[in-house]
């Protein structure tokens, strides 16, 4: 079974930055894609970043598109998420995701699920 730990969350305040972390429970790391997605209260899972299992190709979400960075160490089985310039609309639970299929903006497409880190940016 495998497990994802997110870490890296908290309180900022607007124009701020967090890093989050995702370190999954496996054995080759560089089997997975990997995403990042964010839920706020009331509303639907969104997809926010992924990155190939290489790490050579990723992808964002509109919304965060030159705020938020994903990037992956395969030598220490971790997954990041640089968040920059945090807006107030940012505030959300974050999750991580692992696929063994090609990365998506799916959130269907993705077997393995964390439980989430709060991201809360106050004004």
């Known amino acids: 079974q495998v497990q994802l730990v997110e870490s890296g969350g908290g309180l900022v305040q607007a124009g701020g930055s967090l890093r989050l972390s995702c370190a999954p429970s496996?054995?080759?790391?560089?089997?997975?894609?990997m995403g990042w997605f964010r839920q706020a209260p009331g509303k639907e899972r969104d997809f926010v970043a992924a990155?190939?299992?290489?790490?050579?190709?990723?992808h964002y979400a509109d919304s965060v598109k030159g705020r938020f960075t994903i990037s992956r160490d395969n030598a220490k089985n971790t997954v990041y998420l640089q968040m920059n310039s945090l807006k107030p609309e940012d505030t959300a639970v974050y999750y991580c995701?692992?696929?063994?299929?090609?990365?998506?903006?799916?959130?269907?497409?993705?077997?393995?699920w964390g439980h989430g880190t709060q991201v809360t940016v106050s004004s």
């Open positions: 496996v054995q080759t790391f560089n089997n997975y894609g």
């Open positions: 995701a692992a696929t063994t299929r090609m990365f998506n903006i799916a959130p269907a497409m993705y077997e393995y």
């Open positions: 990155i190939s299992k290489g790490g050579g190709s990723t």
